[in-house]
């Protein structure tokens, strides 16, 4: 009997979840087309690569409007058991409000499911390839990421520190590039060089036109050599970072990221937010679902017009909330934990509070 009522309940919020996802998604992919619209038809594109672009955002805008779906699945899977009088009658029959809301929360866990598989899977890939298809395809803007940087200093281990006038992580090159060695604290080289290039064979930087300079107890010897092999190992795709784009990388390109940061002694503050952003991302659905319960207790079924509104305010509102706290942990105003979990906690003690409220807890 408990398993055909789990099984009831549930048929009640998957119709809900895909029209609101879809309905969703179709808003936000029309204000994306309308709102890129001008620029594609300025660069005189064709209508595939506008096609693609729009395509290519879908997985990143179904991860985000996601809990919204979620919610709006709540509102009408529990207004229907209430207003069909089901609600009482289970109440009657012996089940706990919080067995009758365990379906609701099973199946609200299983979209955080699917969506930590978009948001790891295909968002990335997808949104990366939208972006090349904008600023490199159309707009012929190449170093969008910031792969080129000037003036750049950082460590890259064993006791060497680099400057370069220009470093160029893509084609793996460095121009006027100096290298200070130091040994057990102290300065015991150097080497100034017109360039460095990276030697994928070797796995070395190699130093052309290097002017080498160790500091002997007897003083400074200096020699000249058109081509050094150094003893630095670090890739370059390890040393400067690229621009960081969130939603086109993954939890596990974050860690790796943040791991490369802390070997070049880079701050990696911005990266610690983005991952646990991720891993909170996937946890709303089930925090927007107790909500949309907490909502229909309390104030009944109002109907379809009213939980559709209630389902876009409350999930912009949390949308809004997490990306403000996001931005604030990236400049280091609130520490990760608390920016990327902070709107999340409170949106659950609210669904929470108004569960107490309503008895069902």
């Given at each position: 009997?408990?398993?055909?009522?789990?099984?009831?309940?549930?048929?009640?919020?998957?119709?809900?979840?895909?029209?609101?996802?879809?309905?969703?998604?179709?808003?936000?992919?029309?204000?994306?087309?309308?709102?890129?619209?001008?620029?594609?038809?300025?660069?005189?594109?064709?209508?595939?690569?506008?096609?693609?672009y729009i395509g290519l955002q879908t997985p990143y805008f179904a991860v985000r409007v996601m809990p919204m779906a979620t919610l709006l699945a709540s509102l009408f899977a529990l207004g229907g058991l209430m207003a069909r009088g089901e609600w009482k009658a289970g109440l009657a029959g012996g089940y706990r409000p919080a067995q009758m809301l365990a379906p609701l929360l099973a199946c609200a866990l299983g979209v955080s499911v699917l969506h930590l598989a978009a948001q790891e899977l295909l968002m990335p890939p997808a949104f990366m390839r939208s972006q090349e298809l904008y600023y490199e395809d159309l707009r012929g803007y190449d170093d969008w990421r910031r792969l080129v940087r000037e003036d750049v200093s950082f460590s890259v281990g064993g006791g060497v520190f680099l400057t370069a006038r220009l470093f160029d992580g893509a084609a793996g090159r460095m121009e006027k590039v100096s290298a200070d060695i130091y040994a057990a604290g102290e300065l015991s080289g150097d080497i100034s060089a017109e360039s460095a290039v990276w030697d994928p064979e070797l796995g070395r930087w190699v130093f052309h036109g290097a002017l080498m300079t160790e500091y002997l107890p007897s003083g400074p010897a200096v020699s000249r050599r058109e081509t050094h092999i150094s003893g630095?190992?670090?890739?370059?795709?390890?040393?400067?970072?690229?621009?960081?784009?969130?939603?086109?990388?993954?939890?596990?390109?974050?860690?790796?990221?943040?791991?490369?940061?802390?070997?070049?002694?880079?701050?990696?503050?911005?990266?610690?937010?983005?991952?646990?952003?991720?891993?909170?991302?996937?946890?709303?659905?089930?925090?927007?679902?107790?909500?949309?319960?907490?909502?229909?207790?309390?104030?009944?079924?109002?109907?379809?017009?009213?939980?559709?509104?209630?389902?876009?305010?409350?999930?912009?509102?949390?949308?809004?909330?997490?990306?403000?706290?996001?931005?604030?942990?990236?400049?280091?105003?609130?520490?990760?934990?608390?920016?990327?979990?902070?709107?999340?906690?409170?949106?659950?003690?609210?669904?929470?509070?108004?569960?107490?409220?309503?008895?069902?807890?």
């Open positions: 009997m408990r398993k055909t009522f789990f099984r009831y309940v549930s048929s009640l919020y998957w119709g809900p979840f895909v029209f609101g996802l879809g309905v969703f998604l179709a808003l936000i992919l029309f204000g994306t087309a309308f709102d890129k619209l001008a620029v594609f038809t300025g660069k005189d594109a064709g209508a595939g690569l506008f096609l693609s630095i190992t670090l890739a370059p795709g390890n040393m400067v970072m690229d621009k960081l784009v969130p939603e086109g990388t993954s939890m596990r390109g974050l860690f790796l990221r943040i791991r490369r940061l802390r070997l070049i002694g880079a701050p990696s503050a911005e990266e610690e937010t983005v991952l646990l952003g991720k891993l909170a991302a996937p946890l709303a659905n089930p925090v927007m679902a107790l909500l949309g319960a907490a909502v229909v207790l309390l104030l009944g079924s109002q109907g379809r017009l009213f939980n559709l509104g209630l389902a876009i305010g409350s999930g912009f509102l949390l949308w809004a909330a997490m990306m403000f706290g996001q931005s604030a942990g990236q400049v280091e105003i609130l520490g990760p934990f608390t920016a990327a979990f902070g709107p999340l906690l409170f949106f659950l003690a609210l669904g929470l509070w108004g569960l107490r409220r309503a008895r069902a807890l």
